[in-house]
Nanobody, 126 residues
Framework: QLQLVESGGGLVQAGGSLRLSCAAS????????VGWFRQAPGKEREFVAA????????YYTNTLEGRITISRDTAKDTVYLQMNSLKPEDTAVYYC???????????????????WGKGTLVTVSS
């Protein structure tokens, strides 16, 4: 059964950093696009970043670019989201997602991905 398992969320002070992890279970990320999305309380889900497993190409939302880095570890079949200079408005549930089709930022922002993890909560205190 295809599963995405997120970890690394938690409580952090403003200005701090967190690294989220997303591991594949029951399948491999090979040939997939893997992304991170977030949903803050009372807001719609938004695209954060994505990486194409085969090429390593990365895609970011403009609003967070410069503070986040998405990367992959092919040996561990895991994708990471490094977040720096965190702000209280970054508080959200962060979801890992995957899709066998590889598109771009515009597609992911509008349509998301096919498979989703359960999410990990990131809380940034002021």
């Amino acid at each position: 059964q295809l599963q995405l398992v997120e970890s690394g969320g938690g409580l952090v002070q403003a200005g701090g950093s967190l690294r989220l992890s997303c591991a594949a279970s029951g399948f491999t990320f090979r040939n997939y696009a893997v992304g991170w999305f977030r949903q803050a309380p009372g807001k719609e889900r938004e695209f954060v970043a994505a990486i194409h497993w085969t090429t390593g190409n990365t895609y970011y939302t403009n609003t967070l670019e410069g503070r986040i880095t998405i990367s992959r570890d092919t040996a561990k079949d895991t994708v990471y989201l490094q977040m720096n200079s965190l702000k209280p408005e970054d508080t959200a549930v962060y979801y890992c997602a995957a899709d066998p089709r590889t598109y771009d930022t515009t597609w992911y922002r509008n349509y998301g991905m096919d498979y989703w993890g359960k999410g990990t909560l990131v809380t940034v205190s002021s």
